[in-house]
């Protein structure tokens, strides 16, 4: 099992950035696949970014290409999402997940969840 904890979020103005970490527990970390997700009030959540357990495959969602970047290191447990020129539609509880699938984007292949941060972009 592994245990997950947001951090990083706030209130940014359009255009700005904010970087996004995960804190993980366990001895386990490097064997999972991490993904970022956010979830818009009223809204399903939806894949963000994921990254495999060694760094070398990142994914990420069309409306975050070239603005986000995924990035993990194993030997301090941690997932990061670094997130440039931020829009105000990126506004939107955000959420670490992990999964034992090889780069998956459905939510439902992620076992576990962090319990989301808050951002808000305004305009």
């Known amino acids: 099992q592994v245990q997950l904890v947001e951090s990083g979020g706030g209130l940014v103005q359009a255009g700005g950035s904010l970087r996004l970490s995960c804190a993980a527990s366990?001895?386990?970390?490097?064997?999972?696949?991490m993904g970022w997700f956010l979830q818009a009030p009223g809204k399903e959540r939806e894949f963000v970014a994921a990254?495999?357990?060694?760094?070398?495959?990142?994914g990420y969602a069309d409306s975050v290409k070239g603005r986000f970047t995924i990035s993990r290191d194993n030997a301090k447990n941690t997932v990061n999402l670094q997130m440039n020129s931020l829009k105000p539609e990126d506004t939107a509880v955000y959420y670490c997940a992990a999964t034992t699938f090889i780069m998956h984007t459905k939510k439902t292949s992620y076992a576990y969840w962090g319990q989301g941060t808050q951002v808000t972009v305004s305009s």
């Open positions: 990254i495999s357990w060694s760094g070398g495959t990142t």
């Open positions: 366990g001895r386990t970390f490097s064997r999972y696949t």
